[in-house]
């Protein structure tokens, strides 16, 4: 961001900028930019602007104990890390299938991890991860839920879908559903004949 353009409005980690102004530093004789923040745990504070710009002030502190427990040692907070690398970093080893394919994190949880953790809340068990519902739309509340690898599995894009009497199910839920095993399942689908039993 430049250096002379307006703040206000915009968000830097957990503060949200609601006015700007200039104080004179302590000597008197130098104005300093500085800016009316509110924290998203409510707080407010006069943060000099200049440590915005530089990540030196991301919020009241509170961000640093939520809970009651350091953010960066949760589960939550590393997969917040992990979902915008993904979206973010070129050098991620997943990157092409995130951010090389246009797959975005919002701007609300693109720079506030309590945002995040306030839209989503704590994962359910150890075995749950972040699953987008729509997988070609963004993470982005409403889009987003906690999901084991065995749900996820089914909301991959080479997941094949079978559509019968306006029901579309993938393979392993269709093979539940007429109780079969699902090597039989794709055996008779392969010969045809499992329509007929539908």
Same mark, same amino acid.
């Given at each position: 961001?430049?250096?002379?353009?307006?703040? =206000?409005? +915009?968000?830097?980690?957990?503060?949200? =900028?609601?006015?700007?102004?200039?104080?004179?530093?302590?000597?008197?004789?130098?104005?300093?930019? =500085?800016?009316?923040?509110?924290?998203?745990?409510?707080? +407010?504070?006069?943060?000099? =602007?200049? %440590?915005? @710009?530089?990540?030196?002030?991301?919020?009241?502190?509170?961000?640093?104990?939520?809970?009651?427990?350091?953010?960066?040692?949760?589960?939550?907070?590393? @997969?917040?890390?992990?979902? +915008?690398?993904?979206?973010?970093?070129?050098?991620?080893?997943?990157?092409?299938? %995130?951010?090389?394919?246009? @797959?975005?994190?919002?701007?609300?949880?693109?720079?506030?991890?309590?945002?995040?953790?306030?839209?989503?809340?704590?994962?359910?068990?150890?075995? %749950?991860?972040?699953?987008?519902?729509?997988?070609?739309?963004?993470?982005?509340?409403?889009?987003?839920?906690?999901?084991?690898?065995?749900?996820?599995?089914?909301?991959?894009?080479?997941?094949?879908?079978?559509?019968?009497?306006?029901?579309?199910?993938?393979?392993?839920?269709?093979?539940?559903?007429?109780?079969?095993?699902?090597?039989?399942?794709?055996?008779?689908?392969?010969?045809?004949? @499992?329509?007929?039993?539908?």
């Amino acid at each position: 961001m430049k250096r002379g353009l307006s703040v =206000v409005g +915009k968000r830097f980690g957990s503060w949200l =900028v609601l006015s700007e102004s200039s104080r004179l530093d302590k000597s008197g004789k130098r104005a300093r930019r =500085v800016a009316e923040c509110v924290c998203d745990c409510g707080k +407010k504070r006069i943060v000099i =602007v200049a %440590y915005l @710009i530089n990540g030196n002030s991301m919020s009241c502190g509170c961000s640093l104990l939520i809970h009651g427990e350091s953010h960066a040692n949760t589960t939550e907070y590393h @997969i917040w890390c992990s979902m +915008k690398q993904r979206c973010a970093n070129r050098n991620h080893k997943h990157w092409q299938r %995130y951010g090389g394919r246009g @797959i975005k994190v919002c701007e609300r949880w693109l720079k506030s991890y309590s945002l995040f953790l306030q839209d989503m809340g704590r994962r359910p068990g150890h075995e %749950y991860s972040i699953e987008r519902i729509d997988n070609d739309g963004n993470y982005e509340p409403g889009n987003c839920k906690w999901a084991t690898a065995k749900q996820q599995q089914r909301n991959r894009r080479d997941t094949r879908r079978i559509t019968f009497h306006n029901k579309t199910l993938c393979a392993a839920d269709w093979a539940r559903e007429l109780n079969l095993p699902i090597t039989t399942f794709k055996r008779r689908l392969s010969k045809g004949l @499992i329509l007929n039993a539908l």
